[in-house]
């Protein structure tokens, strides 16, 4: 981000940006001063006030030039989820506890990792002599561990993906790297067995894709109507496995 667009940048105010407008040297005066790292920031005025040290860590100087990371790879830091502790009646300061912010922050960064993947990319077919191949192909039991977008609660169990191909095949390990690229999201169950088969019917033209997920709801489990062990089954057919009742009935056979 160059200095153009960091003068727009939501946590600073014109005042705050005429602040960071300075000289070079005495900018990295300024940036010294700063207090250290899980420190609320005050006095800064109202926008920045809500700004924590770690967003402003990603201040960087690039040949005198002022830039900074993109505020989603910042913008919830240590600090925060000190914050959430304590709002939970905890201290983070605490033996035991003290880590646990960097941890549930590179847990989550793990969880999350779907919005990084590009499904064209996984998808990307090759040339091995299966093109000629024309019957379905069905991987079963691929793990799924989602989180669910109501509570930020786990769901996990597994899927069945397939596809009737026409002339474009990927290799197997990709139907669970497309899976995985989806469930790495904030998701509900139902869209996510939607974009895998609509992902496959886009990037590989298949005659048929067929997805059946079987997950438990930790949202449901934990809370609500509680009820341990329960299972949710969701499913998406689309081209042939839509209309073709003996070819819906194979790859119910298969994904058994
Ligand atoms: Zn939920």
Redesign the pocket.
């Known amino acids: 981000m160059d200095v153009d667009v960091l003068q727009n940048a939501s946590f600073l105010s014109r005042r705050d940006w005429r602040i960071l407008h300075i000289p070079l040297p005495q900018l990295i005066i300024c940036v010294t001063l700063l207090p250290a790292p899980g420190d609320p920031i005050t006095g800064m005025g109202a926008d920045v006030s809500k700004c924590s040290v770690d967003t402003l860590d990603n201040l960087h100087l690039n040949k005198g030039k002022v830039t900074m990371t993109t505020p989603r790879d910042s913008e919830f830091g240590v600090a925060d989820w000190q914050r959430l502790l304590r709002s939970i009646g905890e201290d983070p300061e605490r033996q035991g506890l003290t880590d646990t912010p960097n941890r549930v922050a590179r847990a989550w960064a793990h969880w999350m990792r779907g919005y990084k993947q590009d499904p064209a990319t996984i998808l990307k077919t090759f040339a091995d002599g299966g093109e000629c191949y024309d019957e379905l192909i069905v991987v079963r039991q691929i793990p799924v561990y989602s989180h ?4 930020l ?1 786990p ?1 996990f169990g597994h899927a069945t993906v397939g596809y009737l191909p026409s002339g474009h095949i990927v290799g197997l390990s990709k139907l669970t790297r497309l899976v995985n690229c989806f469930a790495a999201r904030l998701q509900v169950q139902e869209r996510l067995t939607q974009q895998i088969a609509q992902s496959l019917l886009e990037h590989l033209q298949p005659k048929a894709v067929g997805v059946i997920i079987r997950c438990r ?1 930790m ?2 489990e934990s809370r609500g109507i509680a009820v341990v062990g329960e299972e949710t089954v969701t499913s998406a057919m689309l081209g042939d496995l839509k209309t073709n009742a003996a070819q819906r009935a194979e790859f119910l056979a298969l994904a058994e």
């Open positions: 669910c977008e109501h509570h609660a769901f709801h949202c449901m």
